[in-house]
């Protein structure tokens, strides 16, 4: 199943205009996918919380924006996701999992098992994928439920999806 | 003579025609009220650091349109990075100004990274807008206001402003509104069904 090749198609039919990203590996295939596609403007961010004044701005202006990050990224964007919580901006966000399933880095534990109070506490509404066959409907419900009402919504593609095992792994990527 | 703020914002936006304002907290976002609420102008009331990047998604968004960011010195510090993403970008149509008056003005005006020396001006251009540049004088932002709404950009100023604290001037705080108001007088009556 490839689940970027899906997820890419939900994003470009949906109309995403603009996909902000820090480089991933989990999100490697996703990103190229998206900087290849000319309906989409792919703007690489030096941190995270760029991405949420991107994607205000995007909207004010009228576009629609999804954030590719890994689960250490959503550490980055709390404060800024306030203004998306008080403002109602719609936004997707697709967060590969780390510190989850099988990690082998201590470091990234903490923030992975993190990840979704900190997203449900800032108001973003979160749905889990565990296999590759349900990201990409799990994208089009978030994006549906981000645009319908006017709020946040993460997807994180779990670990087992990702199936980084190692560094060896990690760096073949 | 030092810059007055409220003179260098109400310069800046005189006769602003279809530009398109994102105001970063504090200071500045009251300087933009003072020059006249506009629904065009978005003012942040928060997400410190966010202002810049909020004008980068607009002005990629609105590529026909002329869109300023006004930003204090401290709100642009906490998002430098922001400044090499739109040097990868390069929008021709987006200018990032910093009013500069080396303090954090809402918390008790402590000095700013820019009081010991920082030179934002510098930093922008190394990041790769096309211009960066110091102001001191009102000559200097006459010259600016033109090229926000004529140049090729991406352009950025650090204008050299007064440490004082002026009277409150204070914008709609809902954030809902804020965000309604600016996508309806863009976008027309239709945007509030998008």
């Known amino acids: 199943m490839d689940w970027p090749l899906a997820t890419h198609q939900v994003l470009a039919r949906l109309g995403f205009g603009v996909v902000g990203f820090v ?15 000319t309906r989409m403007r792919a703007v690489v961010m030096t941190t995270e919380e760029e ?9 004010l202006g009228g576009a629609k924006t999804v954030l590719l990050m890994q689960s250490s990224g959503v550490g980055n964007i709390v404060n800024a996701l306030g203004m998306v919580r008080e403002c109602r901006i719609p936004l997707v966000i697709i967060v590969t999992m780390r510190g989850e399933y099988g990690e082998f880095n201590p470091w990234q534990v903490p923030m992975g098992q993190a990840t979704a109070p900190v997203l449900r506490a800032m108001g973003a509404v979160v749905q889990q994928a565990n296999a590759a066959a349900e990201v990409a409907a799990h994208v089009e419900a978030a994006a549906r439920l981000a645009f319908g009402s006017y709020c ?13 095992k190692n560094f060896q792994e990690q760096a073949a990527q | 003579m030092s810059l007055q703020r409220r003179d260098v914002v109400q310069a800046l936006l005189a006769d602003r025609g279809a530009l398109l304002v994102v105001a970063g ?6 300087d933009c009220t003072a020059a006249g609420d506009d629904a065009l102008t978005f003012p942040m009331w928060g997400a410190m650091g966010s202002a810049a990047m909020t004008g980068l998604g607009l002005a990629l968004a609105q590529p026909a349109r002329r869109v300023l960011v006004l930003t204090g010195d ?4 906490m998002g430098l990075g922001s400044l090499a993403t739109i040097g990868v ?12 008056n080396e303090r954090y003005g809402e918390t008790g005006m402590q000095a700013t990274h ?12 190394a990041a790769g807008f096309a211009s960066g540049v110091l102001v001191r004088d009102m000559a200097g932002v006459a010259a600016l206001r033109q090229g926000v709404h004529k140049a090729a950009g991406p352009h950025f100023a650090q204008i050299k402003v007064a440490a004082q604290k002026v009277p409150l001037a204070l914008p709609p705080r809902d954030g809902t509104l804020l965000k309604n108001r600016f996508r309806q007088a863009l976008l027309g009556e239709d945007a509030a069904r998008q």
């Open chain 1, 23 to 37: 480089p991933d590996a989990g999100h490697k295939r996703l990103i190229e996918l998206c900087q290849a596609d």
């Open chain 1, 51 to 59: 991405g949420i004044g991107l994607a205000t701005g995007a909207w």
């Open chain 1, 152 to 164: 946040a919504a993460a997807v994180l593609v779990s670990q087992r999806v990702i199936g980084i």
């Open chain 2, 25 to 30: 907290l504090g200071s500045t976002a009251w």
């Open chain 2, 74 to 77: 401290g709100e642009m510090l």
């Open chain 2, 89 to 100: 970008q390069q929008p021709a149509n987006l200018s990032v100004v910093v009013i500069d």
């Open chain 2, 114 to 125: 820019t009081a010991h020396g920082v030179d934002l001006a510098t930093m922008a251009r």
